[in-house]
């Protein structure tokens, strides 16, 4: 055994040697939530195991953390029927509930989630095996957004507040929720990415069916009590099950208005394809990315490396917003490699509550086979790994392996990795990697390092033409929330940020007379009489 074998050995503790404060108690959920009530589970379950393992003996074990509801296609149709009955056709008790109600409503869920902070956040490490310092930064920035999410909302309702009269026409334009949305989140941003389009969708107005992610499952479970007290009877339904079972024939009701998926595209045309009135129905995707980063001969070496060690590694490359592909032009390419793999040894690994700790284990159980598949695959075509000890797998864990020169030939030069693996082409004409970006299909994001100002300028206007951000000598990322958040070609359908979810999640919609005195006698008693929360002056402060 290497001696980076037995430190990553090493990492996997024994079950006396977990901080107190850090050790978990199995949670067995038997519980879903539908038409506001927490519905009793007696029938299968899906247990689930950590990506920590311990030490037994001479042996090593998955922490069984807990379990959950397998519901079927009668539970989810339950669930359906639920969301329906509280939308009821938009004449429901929450959508048409004054938007002053609605936030209300969303702060007192709020201060009940903000109770569950710590019991979320253990669940968040042992699930995915995210960092303690990211998990904790998970569940504060999804509070933000949340926060911002309100604020905006009233921004953009004081904005319709006033009347507007064109033509002889008077009108007044707000904001109308969409229906009954189904909302399912990935497993890499469980909490903050799932919350980025539930939270938008809910405020609006519309009834949700909730479906967690695969690996992330459990950690919503201690939030589902505030949704049935902070909310309308059905406002908020959970499903569980096999995606396979469960969605389908959810979709092929033609009751979905609004689909919001992350995950991968094929998922999402093949569950837009089982719709049987596509024209009917919303979609709000966050799909597929393969973000490259474009080094050019006068880059600055080392904020590149930085900023690529934090780009193509943060959550071992489980991040849709990752650097999955490195081009650095040739003749700076041995310098950026010797400091880029001078800078990943110094990357601490370990168990999730270890202070400073950068590499952790991977939650998928099937992602160690695939990283080795894609590194044979890569060495087969030409590549070598490049550091030290690099793809060596211990568990559920793979130290991340740096793969040079890669070529068309590779898995790893267009499929998405979503792991610790870092693929580098070198490039002598910058056409080669613009060429690269404008072939794919997929279409997020770009990260380009370099000092000088014409050069960038002109890779920046075709550019943007082909990814939705282009990022200057920075790694690529979906902050701040008040940006756009979307993608071209396959990697997204509609726009997120603070402001444009909840746009996404409602349509503009017109309430409007001729201007003649006995019409504007009607307005003006509905708006003084308070008799419609649509038609209506007020200001929500």
Not at 132 to 140: C, N, P
Request: net charge negative.
């Amino acid at each position: 055994m290497t001696n980076l074998q037995e430190k990553i050995t090493a990492i996997f503790p024994e079950t006396s040697q977990i901080p107190e404060q850090f050790q978990i108690q199995p949670l067995h959920q038997r519980e879903y939530l539908v038409g506001g009530e927490m519905r009793q589970w007696a029938g299968a379950t899906q247990d689930v195991y950590s990506p920590i393992f311990v030490k037994n003996g001479d042996k090593f074990e998955s922490i069984l953390i807990g379990s959950y509801p397998i519901t079927d296609e009668a539970e989810a149709m339950e669930a359906l029927d639920a969301a329906m009955r509280a939308y009821d056709n938009g004449r429901g008790e929450w959508p048409t509930m004054s938007l002053i109600e609605r936030i209300t409503c969303m702060e007192n869920f709020l201060k009940k989630m903000l109770e569950k902070k710590t019991e979320i956040v253990n669940l968040l490490m042992y699930e995915i095996g995210k960092s303690l310092a990211d998990s904790i930064k998970e569940f504060d920035r999804t509070i933000e957004y949340i926060y911002d999410t309100i604020d905006c909302l009233k921004d953009i309702d004081r904005n319709s507040s006033r009347f507007k009269i064109e033509q002889g026409i008077i009108g007044q334009i707000r904001r109308s929720p969409l229906g009954v949305v189904l909302c399912m989140g990935p497993f890499n941003y469980p909490l903050n990415e799932t919350f980025c389009t539930l939270i938008p969708a809910i405020i609006m107005g519309n009834t949700i069916l909730f479906k967690p992610p695969k690996h992330g499952t459990l950690l919503h479970y201690p939030l589902l009590k505030a949704f049935q007290e902070c909310f309308p009877k059905g406002v908020v339904n959970t499903i569980y099950g096999r995606g396979a079972n469960v969605v389908p024939p959810l979709m092929q009701t033609g009751k979905i208005n609004v689909l919001t998926l992350i995950g991968s595209s094929k998922v999402a045309n093949d569950l837009k394809k089982m719709h049987p009135k596509l024209n009917r129905l919303r979609a709000v995707l966050g799909l597929d990315a393969k973000n490259a980063g474009i080094i050019l001969k006068n880059a600055d070496v080392e904020l590149a490396v930085k900023e690529c060690i934090l780009g193509s590694l943060s959550f071992n490359g489980q991040r849709c917003t990752a650097i999955k592909i490195i081009w650095v032009h040739r003749s700076i390419a041995k310098k950026f490699l010797n400091r880029f793999t001078e800078e990943l040894e110094k990357l601490k690994f370990g168990m999730p509550w270890e202070s400073g700790v950068n590499l952790t284990p991977l939650p998928e159980p099937n992602k160690p086979t695939y990283l080795a598949e894609c590194i044979a695959d890569a060495k087969a075509n030409g590549a070598d790994v490049i550091n030290e000890g690099g793809g060596t797998t211990i568990n559920s864990f793979v130290y991340p392996a740096v793969l040079y020169p890669v070529n068309e030939k590779m898995k790893v030069y267009s499929e998405e990795q979503f792991g610790p693996i870092v693929p580098v082409v070198p490039f002598d004409d910058v056409e080669e990697p613009i060429q690269y970006i404008i072939n794919s299909s997929h279409g997020q994001q770009v990260s380009i390092f370099g000092t000088n100002p014409d050069q960038i300028a002109h890779l920046i206007d075709p550019l943007v033409n082909q990814v939705s951000r282009v990022n200057i000598n920075a790694q690529c990322q979906r902050g701040p929330d008040t940006f756009p958040f979307t993608g071209r070609k396959d990697s997204a359908e509609g726009t997120l940020s603070v402001e444009d979810a909840l746009r996404a999640f409602s349509i503009r919609t017109v309430v409007a007379t001729k201007d003649t005195d006995a019409n504007k006698k009607i307005f003006n008693e509905i708006v003084e009489e308070h008799s419609s929360h649509f038609l209506s002056t007020k200001y929500v402060f």
